[in-house]
């Protein structure tokens, strides 16, 4: 999976049909004021357990929405707009901003992007192909 249109060109993301919006990893969040309107800033860290290629990025704020987790912690959350590329099309979805620094996956796709023109196969891993090895090795996390 990809976030083309904030620079991401790969990011472990995980189907969630459970989720009604899609959830994006995301440190540093602040929101601002840009010409009278509401902004975020925040870095996207495509990769665990390091900093590596972390791609700073400043949205429009699309809206705030208070997503209860599967524990039942509810937490208000910054919606941007963007661009995902996902098993070879591009769809615009709504990502909620979150510290997921914790979980595997450093995106959950919800079903609000799912309804635009997707099946999700239960037993199916990887559709959307995984990076080169040599991206992977380098980014592990592992010194390497």
């Known amino acids: 999976m990809s976030l083309p249109g ?9 189907i969630d049909t459970g989720a009604q919006t ?7 969040i602040a929101e601002f004021e840009r010409d009278g ?14 900093e590596d290629e972390a791609v ?4 429009p704020v699309h809206d ?6 599967s524990s039942g912690h509810a937490q208000l959350r910054p919606v941007v707009l963007a661009t995902i590329g996902l098993v070879g ?3 615009e979805a ?3 901003l979150t510290d997921r620094e914790e979980m595997v996956f450093r995106m959950l796709i919800g079903r609000e992007a799912l309804r635009q023109g ?5 037993d199916s891993s990887f559709r959307g192909g995984r990076p080169p090895r040599a991206v992977r090795r380098r980014n592990r996390g592992l010194g390497g």
């Open 6 to 14: 904030i620079g991401v060109p790969w990011i472990k993301a995980k």
């Open 22 to 28: 899609s959830a994006l990893h995301a440190t540093e």
């Open 37 to 50: 309107a509401p902004w975020v800033r925040f870095l996207v860290q495509p990769w665990q357990f390091t």
């Open 56 to 59: 700073p990025v400043e949205l």
């Open 64 to 69: 705030h929405r208070t997503v209860r987790s």
């Open 89 to 91: 099309r591009e769809i």
């Open 94 to 96: 709504e990502l909620t």
């Open 118 to 122: 997707y099946v999700v196969d239960s």
